[in-house]
DNA sequence: TGGCTACTGTCAAACGTTTGATACGTGCCC
DNA sequence: GGGCACGTATCAAACGTTTGACAGTAGCCA
């Protein structure tokens, strides 16, 4: 009998699926911000005014939720934004003191600009997979965090 | 002719593969991060010590490199798991000051027991996608990470 | 041998995020 | 209508990381 069977810390460990996710999206995100930063922008930034440019209107911590992220950091981030006239906060119709999020021109701008960025970043790996191969990859990320949630 | 020429902004931005790999990394290292909580461990704990097991006698520089994050945060991970008993500095046999990092008895024990836990998230997404397919995901990963890398 | 270069490790400070706690406003149920 | 629960927003403090700068050591080449 092994001595092993309660784990031998799996010398297969760096071959799992959860092993690639963390190593690609860490050079991802490397490169996304490494492209960003000469345009003035952080990828929270832009991940940010992306979400709001999806739903337009939402309250900061709805979007907290949306982005995996604490509402404080969510708060940090749009008053930057708002500093910098990118994003706008309106007084929500029926809560008084819940504020609704807004993308202004110039943050719509800074979004298009920033977002062609990231499509390059896309197009690189898409050219390299094949459209095909990018499709089932993103499908089988999706299944891969439903099997996560499904918790 | 149309304005958004130059970009409007990508209405599919959000079904881009570097979203699905956000969204999905997010959420693996969100149970990872609950799961191994109860046992006292952090998240990046875990990654370091698996690393170490992997490559035993790695120096901080270097396990810094392999880690996607600064020697400064190393150093702030080994002297906690040092100060646990986890893990052990030791002189390197040509370079003095240098120190290589091996694991202690009890730092195999503990990265057994988080490993099981990890094994466990890892056994989940594999279930739900079927073996072939859990492989096709993990070459996609890989794939898309040379992409990014080839820059 | 002397000096240059590259790499490692540590210190100090700034930044960003999380954690914990508090106050305000709304909607629901008794 | 009064009281309770929920969600939102904000403040203060602790934590972890990054950025920037510095000292020590080994390898290389003139």
Same mark, same amino acid.
């Given at each position: ?58 309250? =900061?911590? $709805?979007? #907290?939720? +949306? !982005? ?6 969510? /708060?940090?981030? *749009? ?50 997979? =094949?459209? $095909?191969? #990018?499709? +089932? !990859? ?6 891969? /965090?439903?099997? *996560?949630?499904?918790?």
């Amino acid at each position: 009998m092994r001595q092993d069977d309660e784990g031998p810390v799996a010398a297969d460990a760096l071959d799992r699926v959860t092993w690639a996710l963390r190593r690609t999206e860490s050079a991802v995100q490397a490169l996304k911000e490494q492209r960003l930063r000469p345009l003035g922008m952080a990828a929270a930034h832009y991940s940010l005014l992306m979400r709001v440019h999806a739903d337009p209107g939402l309250t =900061g911590a $709805e979007l #907290a939720r +949306r !982005l995996n992220v604490t509402p404080q950091a969510v /708060a940090s981030l *749009v008053a930057r934004l708002e500093d910098r006239g990118q994003l706008e906060r309106r007084p929500h119709p029926r809560h008084r003191h819940v504020q609704e999020l807004h993308l202004t021109d110039a943050g719509q701008d800074a979004l298009r600009v920033a977002d062609a960025v990231v499509a390059e970043i896309e197009q690189q790996i898409t050219d390299k997979l =094949g459209p $095909e191969d #990018a499709a +089932r !990859l993103t499908a089988l990320l999706g299944q891969a /965090a439903d099997a *996560v949630r499904e918790t």
